[in-house]
């Protein structure tokens, strides 16, 4: 399976953006991991195919909205409110097979990486 994202730019504070990544092939979960500048990868948002759940980090709950268009096998991240501290590369990840909830914030449990994204959110 092989992931393209799209949609990073650069916005201002309080502004809105629209991360989107394309699936080459069905997959089971998909999200986004993020690394900024000179700090480690840290886990953004995932879904699940069915049922479907999805999960956020803390630090985006209630501010970013993951969806995915399964005809398409392409998933969404809607980024609202965005903040300085979001600027980071953003990489889409996915998985063909179910994995236990407990390990959805894990990078280790994606087989799939996109080539990353950089959003830059200026104060």
């Known amino acids: 399976v092989q992931l393209q994202a799209s949609g990073g730019g650069l916005v201002q504070a309080g502004d809105s953006l629209r991360l989107s990544c394309a699936a080459s092939g069905r997959t089971y979960h998909m999200g986004w991991f993020r690394q900024a500048p000179g700090k480690e990868r840290e886990f953004v948002s995932a879904d699940t195919l069915s049922p479907r759940l999805t999960y956020y980090a803390d630090s985006v709950k209630g501010r970013f909205t993951i969806s995915r268009d399964s005809a398409k096998n392409t998933v969404y991240l809607q980024m609202d409110s965005l903040k300085p501290e979001d600027t980071a590369v953003y990489y889409c990840?996915?998985?063909?097979?179910?994995?236990?909830?407990?390990?959805?914030?894990?990078?280790?449990?994606?087989?799939?990486w996109g080539q990353g994204t950089l959003v830059t959110v200026s104060s």
């Open positions: 990840v996915a998985r063909s097979n179910r994995i236990i909830t407990s390990m959805i914030q894990r990078a280790g449990a994606y087989d799939y």
